[in-house]
């Protein structure tokens, strides 16, 4: 009698195993791929999650993923389409193993795929018994019925996907959710841009604001009407910037969807608007101030002789007036002034044979010494002498031959006749009106010539005193 059982069941499965092996020789039908172009699969960026009760009838609607239930399948909804919770192989199809014995809590993707209710086995669907299939794989794979092991091709049924999406309107959900995050994106990025538009605003004004220069002369020595301009910077504040964003999360049932994602847009709306009233009095209230920067003291170089000690006055914080520019003044307070090289600009040393005049150049310590020669003979120059001060210098042996009745040209008749270490007596520091006419300097020359064809040397000196201010005047 087992025998005859034995005899039957292998008849049984000998005819299963050979339309097995048939299967596994002859192609597999393509699954229809015609479906409305509105719904479609698509694999990209999830922002919600269906949970389908043994994939024909949607439970929950989620923006946030969990393990589902026994007997629910995850239909994954992206910005563009669907997708189911585990990878389509790119071949169409894939090899599925199933076991009694099999550990049900490592549920990978490849689980997932093989237990889906969106793919069927490419021989004749599921309607096999675990005993008939583990039949067939004595004669395929050489596995051990008595186990309870299956083994399957597997492939995915793209038109039976998306139907069951159409079928349980997740194209509506799918819009709903995706202006829910379109709505928030919007009030978010209205929000951020009120940052731009007002700090615009803000930057815009610093360009009015209009800044007056006065000069105060409390040294006297600064020439009438003259202007002292002094470089000042107008600094905006920069405040840190806000960052919006606003909750897009649901989680709902079919028949409450509706009622939460109209709350939750509620929500966004008055959040958002809250924020912008808010952020707009907060940055109102930041972007009311500049800082106004210039140095508070410089040296004003008037020319190579006069430099001007000058204290600048300004207000640290320049704040926004309503409706109108700001005004600012910046004073310039010239409180004293270096009279530098003061040697009077010209003076002239003569007699009957020779004419000298003495004119300080613009570098320090050099004086541009022009003779004439009047006579009809050659005169030798032999020594120049400076007086000043009470301070006397001397060139000595300088032996410069002026032809008859000639002048010297003003590029050969620089002469140092002021010592680098006389600059200190040259140069008058922190000099005020009254301070400069109070001091009075001697000032000369000596001369001493030979005339050709003598063997008497001839001289000329003269020092007059000269008054510091008027000096200073002759520079201005």
């Not at 803000?202 to 006065?214: F, L, N």
């Not at 910077?233 to 109209?262: L, N, Q, V």
Request: aromatic fraction near 10%; charged fraction near 25%.
């Amino acid at each position: 009698m087992k025998k005859s059982l034995i005899s039957s069941l292998c008849l049984g499965g000998c005819l299963l195993i050979v339309t097995g092996c048939g299967s596994a020789t002859q192609p597999s039908m393509p699954v229809s791929q015609t479906h409305p172009s509105s719904i479609r699969l698509h694999d990209g960026r999830a922002i919600a999650y269906a949970y389908m009760k043994e994939g024909t009838r949607l439970v929950k609607i989620s923006t946030s993923k969990e393990a589902p239930k026994e007997g629910v399948e995850i239909v994954k909804i992206t910005e563009y389409g669907f997708y189911p919770d585990y990878t389509i192989p790119k071949k169409g199809s894939q090899g599925c193993i199933y076991s009694a014995v099999i550990d049900d809590k490592k549920r990978g993707r490849k689980y997932r795929y093989c237990h889906s209710f969106y793919t069927e086995s490419t021989m004749s669907g599921k309607a096999f018994d675990l005993l008939g299939n583990a039949l067939i794989t004595i004669g395929t794979a050489g596995l051990n019925a008595a186990t309870g092991t299956v083994s399957r091709v597997m492939e995915f049924n793209r038109q039976k996907f998306l139907e069951e999406v159409e079928k349980n309107d997740l194209p509506e959900y799918r819009d709903a959710i995706v202006q829910l995050r379109q709505l928030a994106q919007k009030r978010a990025m209205e929000n951020n841009r009120i940052y731009d538009e007002l700090y615009r605003r803000y930057t815009d004004y610093a360009k009015t604001i209009v800044v007056e220069q006065k000069t105060v002369d409390k040294s006297g020595l600064l020439p009438d009407g003259a202007k002292i301009e002094v470089d000042f910077t107008i600094i905006p504040d920069r405040p840190s910037r806000r960052r919006f964003g606003y909750d897009t999360t649901i989680e709902a049932t079919p028949a409450d969807f509706s009622k939460k994602i109209e709350a939750q847009k509620e929500r966004i709306l008055s959040k958002s608007a809250e924020d912008a009233k808010n952020y707009r009095i907060e940055l109102d209230r930041e972007l009311e101030n500049y800082r106004f920067t210039t140095p508070k003291d410089i040296n004003h170089s008037y020319n190579d002789h006069i430099t001007f000690h000058v204290s600048v006055e300004a207000p640290e914080i320049i704040s926004r007036t309503p409706e109108k520019p700001a005004k600012v003044t910046l004073t310039s307070i010239v409180r004293s002034a270096d009279l530098i090289y003061m040697l009077p600009r010209h003076t002239q040393l003569k007699d009957s044979n020779i004419e000298t005049d003495f004119v300080p150049s613009n570098t320090f310590g050099f004086v541009e010494a022009i003779a004439a020669n009047k006579t009809k003979s050659f005169v030798t120059l032999k020594t120049l002498t400076i007086y000043y001060h009470n301070k006397v210098y001397t060139l000595a042996n300088l032996n410069r031959e002026i032809a008859p009745e000639s002048v010297t040209l003003p590029g050969n008749s620089h002469y140092q006749l002021l010592p680098g270490n006389w600059r200190d007596v040259a140069t008058f520091e922190n000099m005020t009106l009254p301070k400069v006419e109070r001091i009075s300097i001697d000032y000369g020359y000596a001369l001493k010539y030979r005339i050709e064809k003598t063997n008497l040397d001839r001289s000329i000196y003269r020092t007059d005193t000269y008054r510091l201010y008027d000096i200073y005047k002759s520079y201005m």
